[in-house]
């Protein structure tokens, strides 16, 4: 995605291969900071604090983190013990998304086959890049396979405007390249069908307000945001003709976990007859899970996230308290849609309907 003229990601190793850059998305859209990871302890706190999130950038980011704890161990053999140690630490700092603990684990796997220092550090970069581009491939794969929905709903209203509505963030920010949810919507962009895109500002750190509109305003695609609540009186009213959104985990029952406020949209959507698509790498599969609501663990944040509101004001980026004093709060940051509320999923290999039967004609490698 270029910025002012410059190609950019999210998360790149710099130049001298000492530390990993990222783009802090805690201040995005008022103000464009990089943040220079150069710790496990660094990579832990963006991962917390969400300088970096969505799953496939958190997972992208515990790869490189790896690589940032074989070149910071202060035994310069690298001890077997001392990796699994800070990767165990890499992998708890965020529990809901999959694809931290799996790009963890994909590194650490193949550094722990290496029996010298330099080995284990090349490998661990290598590796990490290896994810990274793959993750770059997959999502311009989603692009690919999920535009021809588009296409379709563009032909049916014989080329008036198709109206999608996403939820939280799930584009190149969240991913690294094009983004999961939001890649067929780049790829409708870049053929010309004429889109329009609800974005949910998703409450309560507001990635779709701050992240999602700025991705798509800079792309000049049309998009209007909207408060949380607005998309079942949107969909009443014909206003939407597919719902698209990213997940955090999906099981290979098709149960899906995403930001808070999605199960809203997929029970309005079925409600209303919307086709309710969810866009994800193979990476955001949990292939050992079958039952969503009961097994994804659903990461509680901290519930001044919700007791206040970040935003500009004369400038400055300031926090302001919207409930009273002393109200406790509650900050659940994902849940489930069930499968039976989703119409399919749109992966690097094709689009699939949610059930463990069409999932496994994609992968049939996993069952
Ligand atoms: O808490 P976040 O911002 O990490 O949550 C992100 C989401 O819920 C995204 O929709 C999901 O990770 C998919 S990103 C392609």
């Not at 296409?151 to 999961?180: F, M």
């Not at 959104?245 to 808070?260: F, L, P, S």
Request: proline share 5%.
């Amino acid at each position: 995605m270029k910025i002012d003229d410059k190609d950019m990601r999210p998360i790149w190793l710099n130049d001298d291969k000492t530390t990993v850059q990222v783009i802090d998305q805690r201040v995005l859209p008022h103000k464009f900071i990089i943040a220079d990871l150069k710790t496990v302890d660094h990579v832990i706190t963006a991962i917390k604090e969400m300088f970096v999130r969505g799953a496939p950038l958190l997972g992208v980011t515990g790869a490189y983190g790896v690589y940032i704890a074989a070149i910071n161990a202060s035994d310069k053999t690298i001890p077997d013990d001392y990796l699994i140690k800070e990767c165990n630490r890499l992998k708890a700092s965020r529990p809901t998304a999959v694809n931290l603990a799996w790009a963890v684990d994909k590194v650490l796997a193949a550094v722990l086959k290496e029996k010298s220092p330099s080995g284990k550090i090349d490998t661990a970069g290598i590796q990490a890049a290896k994810i990274d581009a793959q993750e770059v491939e997959n999502c311009r794969n989603i692009g690919e396979h999920g535009v021809s929905l588009i296409e379709k709903i563009s032909r049916e209203k014989n080329g008036s405007t198709v109206n999608i509505l996403t939820h939280c963030n799930a584009g190149w920010l969240a991913c690294v390249e094009y983004g999961t949810a939001t890649a067929p919507m780049y790829a409708a962009f870049e053929k010309d069908i004429d889109i329009h895109v609800w974005v949910d500002e998703t409450r309560p750190l507001n990635q779709g307000a701050r992240l999602t509109a700025w991705e798509l305003g800079r792309q000049g695609i049309k998009h209007t945001v909207i408060t949380d609540n607005a998309g079942g009186h949107i969909m009443q009213h014909g206003m939407v003709d597919i719902v698209i959104v990213g997940t955090d985990r999906t099981t290979g029952t098709g149960d899906v976990a995403n930001k808070i406020g999605t199960y809203l949209k997929a029970l309005a959507a079925k409600d209303n007859n919307i086709p309710f698509y969810v866009a994800l790498p193979s990476s955001t599969f949990d292939w050992t899970l079958k039952d969503g609501i009961k097994e994804i663990p659903i990461e509680q944040r901290n519930p001044d996230e919700v007791r206040f509101v970040q935003g500009l004001d004369d400038n400055k980026l300031r926090k302001v308290m919207i409930t009273p004093e002393n109200s406790p709060a509650a900050d659940f940051a994902f849940d489930v849609t069930p499968a039976r509320l989703v119409t399919g999923f749109i992966t690097e290999r094709g689009i699939c309907r949610a059930t463990p039967n069409n999932i496994k004609e994609l992968f049939p490698e996993k069952f």
